[in-house]
C-alpha cells in the first residue's frame, strides 16, 4: 500500500520539471502547497481502500460489506425490551384495579406495558410485571400489487430500538414465517428482512405460488414495537402512571421491586463482523444448521463469553465418559454476571471444569437450553463454567529519540486490549489464542511510529497447546498480563566507505 510520504516523494521528484511551480514550492507557498498536500492526501486514502478491497473477498472488514453479509444471512438488527416487577401501593380506602396493558413511566421517561391484570386492595400492596416496551400502529394503503410486496417499517424518531412487528388486515392477522419456509399458497404470513443498509422491510407472498399477496389498495396495519434496549434501573425506583384515569390513581404509589430482564441492545458492529465468519449456508433452521454455535451467538449477541462445542471436542480434552454420549456442551457468560465463573491465578494450574447442576440454571442458561433443543432436539445439553485465563502477552519496542516512549507505550497498549481485551470480540470464543502475524499487522497499523525504517519491534505471546484444547476457557489479554516496554535509540543508517 503506497502511504501518503510516497505520494509526496512523487511530487518533490517530479516538480523540477515545471520551473514556474518549482520556485513557489520550494520556497512553501501555500497556494502550492495545499494543493499538492490535498491530492497527496486523498490518494494514500484511495490506496488503503484499494489494499482493503483486495482482502475483502476472505476476511470482511468494511462496514458495508458486513452489513450486506448480514441482510444476505436475513439478519435483523433488533433490541429485547426489558422485564421488572413492580410494587403498587394504594394509599386509598378503596380497592383499585390495574387493567393489562396501561402504559407505565419510569424516572427517565421510558414507557412500560403492565403484562396482567392485578387488584390492589385498600391500604395494601400487590405486585405484577412490565415489559418496556411501546406500540404504534402504522396503517399503510397498497399502491400497485406485486409479487413478495414489501412495506418499508419507518425507523424510529427516538432513540429507540425495534423490538416486535405485528401485521393484520381487514380479514385478521398475519402470521411471521422465517424466510416462507413450509409456506404454502394461500397461508396468510409475512417475512421481515434487512437491505444492506440495514432499512427493514416487511414482505408478503406470491398469489398461488407462496403466501398471499395483498391485492391493490388494501389497507395493512404494522403494529411496531419499539423498546430503550438495555437498561439498569436499581431497587426502588419511582414509577408513575402516563396518565392518570380517575382521582383515585392518585393515591397508588408505584416502585421497581426487581428487575426480571435487563433488556439487549442490537447486535453491534462487532458481533456483525464476527457472524460474516460463518460459511453463508447456515441458518437457525435444523435441515441445514451446521453450526449450533452460531445459532446461539446470532439470538444472543451480547453474551460477554460463549463456547459450543461437541462430544469430540470435549473428549479430546478430557478424555471419553459415557455422560458425554451426544451431547452439546456451552460455557456462556452474560452481561448481568449471574453464571458461575471461575479465575485461573496461575496459568500452569488452571482448575478443572465444573458441570453446572440443572437446579441451578440461569434464565439465560435455559432459554439457550430450548433454542439448542427447538433446533435438533435429540441433543442433551450440558453447560460448564467457564475460566478465566489471561493471556501472557510481552512486547518490546525500539523507536526513534523524536518520539516519547511513553507516548508509544500507552498507544501500543491501547490497540492490544482493544483488540484482545477482555470486552474484545475476539475475547468472546472459546480457544482464544492471538496469532503473531496479527499482532504485528495491528500494531504497525495503530501505532505509527512503529512504521518508521529505524523502529524496531519484538512481540511474545505464551502458548500452551494443552490448554487451547480446553474449550471452556475464557482467554484475553489483561492488563496486568501484558507486559510493553519501549526505548528510544539514536539509530542512524551506516554510511559507505567505498
Not at 427517565?108 to 406500540?135: C, L, N
Request: hydrophobic share 45%; glycine share 6%; with cysteine.
Amino acid at each position: 500500500m503506497l502511504t501518503k510520504a510516497d505520494f509526496q516523494q512523487a511530487i518533490r521528484d517530479s516538480i523540477a520539471g515545471f520551473p514556474a511551480i518549482a520556485a513557489l514550492y520550494q520556497a512553501g507557498d501555500p497556494r502550492i502547497l495545499q494543493h499538492m498536500d490535498a491530492m497527496a492526501t486523498m490518494l494514500a486514502m484511495f490506496s488503503a481502500q484499494a489494499e482493503v478491497a483486495q482482502a475483502e473477498p476472505f476476511e470482511k472488514t468494511r462496514d458495508s460489506t458486513v452489513l450486506a453479509d448480514a441482510a444476505m444471512r436475513g439478519i435483523v438488527r433488533k433490541g429485547a425490551p426489558a422485564r421488572v416487577r413492580l410494587r403498587a401501593d394504594n394509599k386509598g380506602g378503596m380497592p383499585y384495579s390495574l387493567a393489562s396493558g396501561r402504559t407505565l413511566l419510569d424516572s427517565s421517561g421510558r414507557a412500560y406495558r403492565v403484562e396482567t391484570a392485578v387488584v390492589v386492595p385498600a391500604g395494601g400492596s400487590a405486585t405484577f410485571d412490565a415489559t418496556q416496551v411501546r406500540y404504534a400502529a402504522i396503517p399503510h394503503t397498497v399502491a400497485g400489487s406485486e409479487p413478495f410486496y414489501a412495506v418499508e417499517v419507518p425507523p424510529a424518531e427516538d432513540d429507540s430500538f425495534l423490538c416486535s412487528i405485528a401485521v393484520s388486515d381487514a380479514a385478521g392477522a398475519f402470521v411471521h414465517r422465517d424466510r416462507y419456509v413450509n409456506t404454502a399458497p394461500d397461508e396468510r404470513v409475512f417475512h421481515v428482512e434487512a437491505d444492506d443498509r440495514q432499512r427493514i422491510y416487511v414482505r408478503f407472498g406470491y398469489q398461488g405460488v407462496v403466501g398471499v399477496q395483498p391485492a391493490d389498495g388494501a389497507t395493512i396495519t404494522l403494529t411496531i414495537g419499539t423498546t430503550a434496549g438495555r437498561i439498569q434501573l436499581p431497587a426502588g425506583t419511582p414509577f408513575s402512571f402516563e396518565y392518570l384515569n380517575s382521582p383515585a390513581e392518585s393515591n397508588i404509589e408505584l416502585k421497581m421491586e426487581a428487575m426480571l430482564v435487563a433488556g439487549q441492545n442490537p447486535i453491534p458492529m462487532s458481533v456483525l463482523r464476527d457472524l460474516a465468519r460463518y460459511p453463508s449456508v447456515y441458518d437457525s433452521n435444523a435441515v441445514f444448521l451446521g453450526e449450533f454455535d452460531f445459532l446461539v451467538r446470532r439470538n444472543y449477541p451480547t453474551l460477554r463469553f460463549l463456547s459450543v462445542w461437541n462430544e469430540a471436542a470435549e473428549e479430546a480434552a478430557r478424555g471419553p465418559h459415557i455422560s458425554n454420549m451426544n451431547a452439546i456442551f456451552v460455557a456462556c457468560l452474560s452481561q448481568s454476571s449471574q453464571e458461575p465463573v471461575e479465575t485461573a491465578e496461575d496459568p500452569d494450574n488452571i482448575p478443572a471444569p465444573v458441570r453446572v447442576p440443572v437446579a441451578e440454571w440461569t434464565a439465560t442458561q435455559r432459554a439457550i437450553r430450548e433454542l439448542i433443543r427447538a433446533a435438533d432436539d435429540s441433543y442433551r445439553v450440558h453447560f460448564v463454567t467457564p475460566v478465566r485465563v489471561p493471556i501472557a502477552v510481552t512486547i518490546n519496542a525500539t523507536v526513534p529519540t523524536s518520539y516519547i516512549a511513553g507516548d508509544v507505550r500507552q498507544k501500543i497498549i491501547e490497540a492490544i486490549l482493544a483488540e484482545y481485551g477482555e470486552q474484545s470480540a475476539a475475547a468472546r470464543r472459546g480457544r482464544n489464542q492471538p496469532l503473531y502475524q496479527s499482532v504485528y499487522a495491528l500494531l504497525r497499523q495503530r501505532v505509527q511510529a512503529l512504521n518508521v525504517g529505524s523502529a524496531d519491534l519484538q512481540v511474545s505471546i505464551a502458548a500452551q497447546p494443552e490448554v487451547l484444547n480446553r474449550p471452556e476457557l475464557w482467554r484475553f489479554v489483561s492488563p496486568d498480563s501484558l507486559t510493553v516496554e519501549v526505548q528510544t535509540a539514536n539509530i542512524t543508517a551506516p554510511s559507505w566507505n567505498g
